[in-house]
Structures are given as C-alpha cells and as structure tokens.
C-alpha cells in the first residue's frame, strides 16, 4: 500500500466538504513529520478563509484515527501527519504476502511502443548509443511488469543515400571478403573506407548514386547485397545488448526499411488533408508555432527537392503505422534532447493529420550526454566516439579485478559473475540515477565505488542480507508479526512502503532517476537498521520481525533493480 495515497484517500473527502468540490490533498513526505499536505494554503484565497482555519476544519472531517499517531496544523496552515506505529506495521505485514510489494497490476493497460536504441547499419554502436539503449530498455521493464502491452522498436538506420556507398564497396572487395571483414566486427573500418573512396573517386560516386536507385527500385542482387549489410550489422548489435544485459531481441529490429512502402501514401494523406505546401521545389508541412532564427515559419520537410525521402518521412509514416495498426495509444521516443524540436513538429504534423489524437499521446524522452572529465564529450584517446563494447568490456574488466581483490576466496566463476553483474549494473545506475535530461560524467572511481549512490551499493546491501539468512539457515516467516521497536525499524518501514508511490510516478514521468533514489534512501535505511538493530540475537519475536524487514528490503532492492535493468548476486 502506498502511505500517500492511503493519507490522501482520507484527506480527499475533507477537503471537498471543506471547499465544495474535489481538491488534491497534495501530500508530500516531510522532515517536520512523516507526512505533509498543504493543500489549505492554495485554497485560502479561492475559499476567502484562513488557511490555518481550512486545515483546522479538515482535520475535524478527515477520518485519521486508525492511521495516524498525530494530526496537526502547523505554521501558516500546513498539515502534519505522523503514521501510527501500529498502522506500519500492519501495513508492512500486509507487503510480506504480497509478490508485487503493494505495486498493483495497471487498470487500464495500455499499447506501449517504445522507440530506442537506433544504431546504424555498418557503424558500431558507440557511447552515444548508452543512454537510449538503457533508458529505453527501463521503460519497457516498468511498463511490462506493471501490465501494460509493450512493443519495442529499434528503429535502425538501414535505408538511404549511404547505401548506395556501402553496396558499390562490398561490390570492390567481393561478397566473401566483405562477408568475411563485416563478421570481425569491425564495422567502422568498413564504412570509413566506402567513405574515403565516395569522397575521393568521383567514378565510385556516380556508381554509389546509381546503386541508390537500384536499392529503391527493388533490383534483386543489390536488395541482397543491403540484407548482408544489414545482417552483419544486426549481429554486431546483439553482442552488445546481450554485453549490456537489455531486452531487444532480433524480433525488435524495425528499421527505415519497413516503412518505405508507406511514405508515398503519408505524402497523398498529408496533401489531401491540405496540410502540404511547396516550398523551394520540397514538399513540406508548416506547424504553427515553429519559427526558425530569422522569425520565419520553420517547415518539417517530408519529401525532398529531388523526390526522395529524409527521415521526417519516415518518423511519420511510423508514428501513423504505430497509433493505426498497432493502435498504440502511448508512443515514446527515447532520443537524445537535440533532437526536440524534430519530434515536437513530428508530433504537431501527426496530431494534425488525425494520426495522433486522444487517447494515444507521443512522448519525447530526451536526454543528456555523457561527458569525459574534462566536462566534454566522452571520446577516445584519438577522439573519435567510443565504442559501446569497448566501454562495457572495460566496465566488466574492471569490477571482476575489484571483486577479486575484495573477495579473493571467490572462485573464477563466481568473481566472473559478480564482475559481469557489477560492472554492467555500474553503467547502468550511473545514467538512470542520473536526471536523464542533464548531462553527467562517467567516473569509474564514483560508479564503482561500493559507499554512495551506486550500484555497487545497492547490490553489496541485497547480498549482505543474502547472507544474513545463509547465517541464520531459515526464511523469513511470511506471518510473523511485524514489531517495530526502534527508530531504524521504523525508518525502514516507512521505506518499504514508498516503493508503490514511487513507481506509479515513474510509470507517468518515466524519470528513473526517482526510482534509483528510493531505492538507494531503502538501502542506506537498511544499514543504519542492520548496525543498530540485531538481527540473529535479537529475542524469538523480534528476530521473526526483523527477518521479515530484511527479506522485504531483499525483495524490493531486487525488484527495483531489475526494473532498471541490473542485476542482483548472492555474494560479494
């Protein structure tokens, strides 16, 4: 059960006596009480009344005596709530029956497509590509585990002009080699030589335009040479996901590809609806609101001068695809924030061609960059981007020498797992505890340090409680009565219970950074609660209480940390 929305619940029907209509109680955790609301505060001046008054009467309406220990106004006319000890704890018994932790499934499911990752065919993925990749891959466990159906989409970049370049050097160096030069992995190398050769030799120039034509116009050599391509790239794509612990599969790649049958038709529709209008030989829309730096209406081009298509084409004929076949109703575009205003006049064109109405909704998830110590752009030694396998292997490198040398006991095979775990889980709770629209700087010292907001942390708390019940040699019982005696122990519970409130919000905000916050205050709980508190001492009662605190605390980190993507061990 979630403790704001329980207060709230009870507030709600005071307040709405009080101001003759429906008022949130704006209940917030507080450091004066457990609880605050000040909703009294915004209603003084609409009510012409006190705001101490407004609250003072509230609280005479509000049914708050089987909940709370103490109810009070205070200052200009807060509320302050502190919850009984006795409601906690039957609250906290009430979690320890429960395998979803008082989450509830979701009463109105929804169709979720979720647009993330997007690497390039025949380019390695780089560091640019973390952030998408995770963020991305945290929503759609949080909104799947909630029981909202979740269609992920890796809109690769498999169509274009480039291509034409890619085929006619494959051509050069002949399908084995190519095949051959392509499975090493070494897809830069092989796209920067097509690059050299199409910059340098104006023959392989006219040879790469013409083989452009030939992959639009379906020639069915130059399609299969582009599947090579293509399912070269594809392969390189998932070592890295399956080195980065996500859930994109090879049944979740949707490139350009898939909808180039559909521009012609979103053109005609656009044109039809009138919304089209030509302007410099390009057909174009002109979403009211948009101005380029000159105070010019700003136009999204959707074909271009010379009829072909750029991939404002593309983003449409997949949102139209998306809310019309799939009949998503909540689309997410976790793409970095440069790319804003691009899905903001995608957005406005959809909304205005009908392919984007109530009750389906688009979301941008934009999100910051990551930077190098320096406070620039993360890059090589010889500048260029770095690679994503490179960065996770050296992630991986580095936490299985630091499990070694903490836990030399470990055999190869454990010290692997926990280094493969910790490494990755490292990476990945660096970006989402991070707010994902600011930037934020990679610091292997920070991230995989085990003190502080870290993972490391996080999974150095599930394994020591882990090894709590190796000591103890038992479970914790599901029904034993929940005591809280101490501070710590109520400090602890109070934590437990916020894990519902929390995850509602992020299922709106899609803010992970929340989620990794609560989970690292539920950690730093547990400490204070694990030295201040015996556990296996602890006479009959209280030791059935605490166990079950901890294997809740167990439970919640795990779970937790799952929805971000990283995983827990037993030892460490």
Avoid at 266 to 287: I, M
Avoid at 353 to 375: K, M, N, Q, T, Y
Avoid at 380 to 403: I, M
Avoid at 480 to 502: D, K
Wanted: glycine letters at 10%; one cysteine or more.
């Amino acid at each position: 059960m979630d403790l704001e929305k329980l207060l709230s619940d009870r507030l709600a029907p005071a307040f709405a006596t009080v101001a003759g209509g429906p008022v949130d109680p704006v209940v917030r955790r507080s450091p004066r009480a457990d609880f605050q609301s000040d909703a009294a505060l915004a209603l003084a001046r609409r009510l012409g009344r006190p705001p101490r008054d407004i609250a003072a009467e509230v609280l005479e309406r509000a049914a708050l005596d089987d909940v709370c220990a103490s109810a009070e106004v205070s200052g200009p006319g807060f509320l302050n709530l502190v919850v009984a000890d006795r409601a906690l704890a039957a609250l906290v018994s009430g979690l320890a029956g429960d395998d979803r932790l008082g989450v509830p499934l979701t009463a109105a499911p929804q169709t979720v497509v979720v647009d993330y990752s997007a690497p390039n065919v025949a380019k390695e993925m780089h560091v640019g590509h973390l952030r998408s990749t995770v963020i991305g891959d945290a929503a759609v466990r949080l909104l799947d585990w909630l029981g909202h159906r979740v269609v992920r989409a890796n809109h690769l970049g498999d169509w274009g002009t480039p291509f034409g370049m890619l085929i006619e050097h494959l051509t050069d160096l002949g399908e084995a080699e190519a095949a051959h030069e392509l499975s090493m992995g070494d897809l830069d190398a092989f796209y920067k030589a097509a690059r050299a050769k199409f910059d340098a030799d104006e023959a392989f120039r006219e040879r790469s335009r013409l083989r452009v034509v030939a992959l639009q116009g379906g020639d069915e050599r130059t399609r299969r040479l582009w599947r090579l391509l293509v399912e070269q790239s594809e392969r390189h794509f998932l070592t890295a996901y399956d080195l980065l612990d996500v859930t994109l599969t090879e049944d979740d790649f949707r490139g350009e590809s898939a909808y180039n049958d559909l521009l012609g038709g979103v053109v005609e529709d656009l044109d039809r609806l009138g919304l089209l209008v030509r302007s410099g030989g390009a057909d174009c829309v002109f979403p009211p609101g948009f101005t380029g730096r000159d105070g010019e209406p700003l136009p999204l081009i959707v074909r271009k001068s010379d009829g072909g298509y750029g991939y404002p084409a593309t983003d449409l004929a997949a949102l139209r695809q998306r809310t019309g076949e799939l009949g998503a109703t909540r689309l997410l575009y976790v793409v970095g924030q440069p790319q804003r205003q691009h899905f903001a006049m995608v957005f406005a064109v959809a909304g205005a061609a009908g392919w984007l109405r109530p009750p389906a909704r688009a979301e941008h998830l934009g999100f910051g960059s990551i930077l190098g110590a320096d406070g620039r752009m993360l890059r090589s030694r010889t500048g260029e981007s770095v690679k994503l396998v490179g960065l996770l292997e050296e992630a991986v490198s580095r936490a299985t020498d630091l499990a070694r040398s903490k836990n030399p006991a470990l055999d190869d095979e454990a010290t692997a797992e926990i280094g493969r775990a910790v490494g990755i889980g490292a990476i990945k709770y660096a970006d989402l505890s991070t707010d994902r629209t600011k930037d934020y700087v990679l610091d292997w010292e920070r991230m995989l340090s085990l003190d502080g907001d870290t993972a490391p942390y996080l999974q150095y708390a599930y394994s020591r409680i882990r090894s709590v019940f190796r000591r103890a040699g038992t479970d914790a019982r599901p029904d034993a009565p929940v005591v809280l005696a101490e501070r710590a122990e109520r400090v602890l519970a109070m934590e437990l219970l916020g894990f519902a409130g929390v995850v509602g919000r992020v299922e709106r905000s899609l803010e992970f950074h929340h989620l990794a916050g609560h989970l690292h205050r539920l950690a730093t709980a547990f400490s204070a609660f694990y030295e201040r508190c015996p556990v296996l001492r602890a006479p009959d009662e209280l030791r059935e209480s605490r166990l079950l605190l901890a294997d809740l605390t167990a439970r919640t980190l795990r779970q937790g940390l799952h929805l971000l993507g990283i995983r827990t061990v037993e030892r460490m």
